[in-house]
T-cell receptor, first 116, second 109 residues
Framework: GAVVSQHPSRVICKSGTSVKIECRSL??????MFWYRQFPKKSLMLMAT?????????EQGVEKDKFLINHASLTLSTLTVTSAHPEDSSFYIC????????????FGPGTRLTVL | GQNIDQPTEMTATEGAIVQINCTYQ??????LFWYQQHAGEAPTFLSY??LDGLEEKGRFSSFLSRSKGYSYLLLKELQMKDSASYLC??????????WGAGTKLIIKP
């Protein structure tokens, strides 16, 4: 089956620093990747949709200057949380959609971000 | 607006059967997914329904009625490891997943 990896799986950083999270599709090409955030006991919240080679589309209320998304290749998308604050502490999950397979998304294992 | 409703929490006994319902109102419909999510982990795929009817996969079955905007996930022979949140998600006309808030399933011995 299709595999999506995320790195790092867990990160702790100081307030004001930036953190980069990588999402990779290991055995398929992903023209579209999605970034989600999930707070404890809450549902997944879509942050942005990332298409290879173009700018990401952000959901309402998500600051594009704070959450920088780059999707430079068909197998890699990155999310950078800039100037992180404690309220950014959350579980960040990416998913990837296979080229031509609009009805299926494969999820990465998630990244637990804790901002002190 | 788009809306997906599912119960917040359900409790069932080991070995029993439980049905988790999901109703939806979305702009367009390109299928409905059920995912399982254990605490601290990413969701894992359980089922996908795009046509009306029942899809059976081992102990898990999923049902869809498009005319009623309704689906359910049926879990049989419950095991303790089935304790998790179950997420209902609909693929809308833009092929974007719209997520329900999830149903936390508690299994008691």
């Amino acid at each position: 089956g299709a595999v999506v990896s995320q790195h790092p799986s867990r990160v702790i950083c100081k307030s004001g620093t930036s953190v980069k999270i990588e999402c990779r599709s290991l055995d398929f090409q992903a023209t579209t990747m999605f970034w989600y955030r999930q707070f404890p006991k809450k549902s997944l919240m879509l942050m942005a949709t990332s298409n290879e080679g173009s700018k990401a589309t952000y959901e309402q209320g998500v600051e594009k200057d704070k959450f920088l998304i780059n999707h430079a290749s068909l197998t890699l998308s990155t999310l950078t949380v800039t100037s992180a604050h404690p309220e950014d502490s959350s579980f960040y999950i990416c998913s990837a959609r296979d080229l031509g397979a609009y009805n299926e998304q494969f999820f990465g294992p998630g990244t637990r971000l804790t901002v002190l | 607006g788009q809306n997906i409703d599912q119960p917040t929490e359900m409790t069932a006994t080991e070995g029993a059967i439980v049905q988790i319902n999901c109703t939806y109102q979305t702009s367009g419909f390109n299928g409905l997914f059920w995912y399982q999510q254990h605490a601290g982990e990413a969701p894992t795929f359980l089922s996908y329904n795009v046509l009306d009817g029942l899809e059976e996969k081992g102990r898990f079955s999923s049902f869809l009625s498009r005319s009623k905007g309704y689906s359910y996930l049926l879990l049989k022979e419950l095991q303790m490891k089935d304790s998790a949140s179950y997420l209902c998600a609909v693929l809308d006309s833009n092929y974007q997943l719209i997520w329900g808030a999830g149903t936390k399933l508690i299994i008691k011995p």
